[in-house]
């Protein structure tokens, strides 16, 4: 098994520059102020850009991915010193193993699952745990990461509007130039189709040495009825199904109670 604190840090320098626009996160910053939230468990945290939204408003943050290089692009921007990043995911916190804490490079320690607020899968993490036994500990961590009355939230599309029939290179070509690495190509391709999965893949050529890094990614669609019945029956009560504001009628936003 290859160690899942690694990456490959070009791809992970690209995230921000070829996608800006995240204003996907302003209901999640929307949520977390109106649940009260003051300790949020970002799961998925990626290259920090959600968590470094909730630290700039004085929330005190633990961003958890196991991709090392997009974590290393986090810590490198301005205010991530407020934020404690560790490389790892969240069926790790429920299994009470030790975590390596990049915060303070070199440190593997162990982190006993804290009692937040609020846990929060922005964007594609909940559809990037494809594999039914991670997802069942995946919840099972959030739950044990939440005190009693904190929530879990995060989003899925939904399966009807097949989301994936847009995936290909006419809709998703674009050129970037990217500060410190010039033009970039990039674009995404539909692979296979085999619900409730769905596998596609990333493509982005440099224009400056003409190299090109490929990552493949896979997505399972679940039902509501299937998210509900998984949330329920990891002790969770379901508050809450919203639609995306930035994707009406595309996505659902779960949001879990932990009673």
């Excluded at 160690?3 to 921000?16: E, F, I, Q, T, V």
């Excluded at 009470?96 to 990049?102: E, F, H, I, P, R």
């Amino acid at each position: 098994m290859a160690d899942k604190c690694s990456g490959d840090p070009r791809l992970a320098a690209l995230y921000d520059p070829l996608d800006p626009d995240r204003s996907d996160l302003d209901a999640y910053v929307r949520m977390a102020e109106e649940f009260g939230a003051k300790r949020v468990l970002d799961i998925g945290c990626g290259t920090g850009v959600f968590a470094l939204l909730l630290a700039d408003r004085g929330i005190s943050v633990v961003g958890i991915d196991p991709d090392r290089a997009s974590l290393d692009v986090a810590r490198a921007k301005p205010g991530s010193a407020r934020v404690r990043w560790i490389c790892g995911d969240a069926t790790t916190l429920s299994e009470g193993t030790a975590l390596s804490d990049v915060t303070a490079p070199g440190d593997v320690t162990a982190f006993p699952a804290p009692q937040v607020d609020l846990v929060t899968m922005t964007a594609n993490v909940a559809q990037e745990i494809a594999d039914p036994s991670l997802w069942r500990q995946t919840l099972r961590g959030a739950y044990e990461a939440l005190r009693p009355g904190g929530r879990l939230v995060f989003e899925t599309r939904d399966p009807a509007r097949r989301a994936w029939e847009e995936w290909h290179r006419e809709g998703s070509y674009r050129v970037a130039q990217v500060p410190g690495v010039g033009i970039v190509q990039s674009w995404v391709q539909l692979i296979e189709v085999n619900l409730p999965l769905v596998t596609f893949r990333g493509t982005c050529v440099f224009a400056a040495d003409g190299q090109v890094l490929t990552a493949d990614s896979t997505l399972r669609f679940r039902e509501r009825q299937e998210v509900e019945r998984d949330l329920v029956a990891h002790g969770f009560a379901v508050e809450d199904v919203r639609d995306a504001p930035d994707r009406p009628g595309r996505e659902l936003v779960f949001v879990a109670l932990r009673p």
